[in-house]
């Protein structure tokens, strides 16, 4: 079993590795970059650090994050923090990893999903963070495009 974060993007429940997650935080004012690429909402300040806001429903090819939302994800890579929105968070569990096969996903689920875990008798796919970070690339699969 493996620890997941349990949260909803889109207005579908998703599952993220605990191991993606530095931090959940509610982000105060986001900056706005001029120039940035279409899913980075901008930059926002958190106990002295600085990241990059990472609009969710852009980076999957969706309708953007609505501007209310505040609630994010803090992930680390490559020494940078990444604040992905999400519409809300559950909790932490222990999940069994599934694999995706025969399944078929539209628009940037497909690229970010890569597994399936078994929610309340339901399932519920499993996002990788850094494929929704324009221009990081995941160690396995490039990003998606911004």
């Known amino acids: 079993m493996e620890l997941f974060l349990v949260g909803h993007v889109a207005g579908r429940v998703i599952a993220v590795p605990a ?3 530095d931090s959940v935080v509610d982000l105060g004012e986001i900056v706005p970059v001029p120039g940035a ?3 980075v909402r901008g930059l926002a300040a958190l106990r002295s650090r600085v990241m990059t806001v990472v609009d969710t429903g852009l980076a999957l ?3 953007p994050t609505p501007a209310a939302i505040r609630r994010a994800i803090v992930t ?4 940078h923090h990444y604040a992905v929105l999400v519409d ?3 909790d932490v569990a222990p ?3 599934h694999p995706l096969a025969g399944l078929y996903l539209r ?4 690229a970010a999903g890569t597994g399936l875990i078994e929610h309340d008798g339901e399932p519920v796919l499993i996002i990788d963070l850094t494929r929704l970070l324009p221009g990081v690339a995941a160690p ?3 990003a998606l495009a911004a």
């Open 19 to 21: 191991d993606q997650v």
């Open 37 to 39: 690429v279409g899913a």
């Open 61 to 63: 090819g969706l309708e």
């Open 76 to 79: 680390r890579v490559q020494g």
């Open 88 to 90: 809300a968070l559950e």
């Open 95 to 97: 999940f069994t990893r």
């Open 107 to 110: 628009h940037g689920w497909a």
């Open 140 to 142: 396995d699969t490039p």
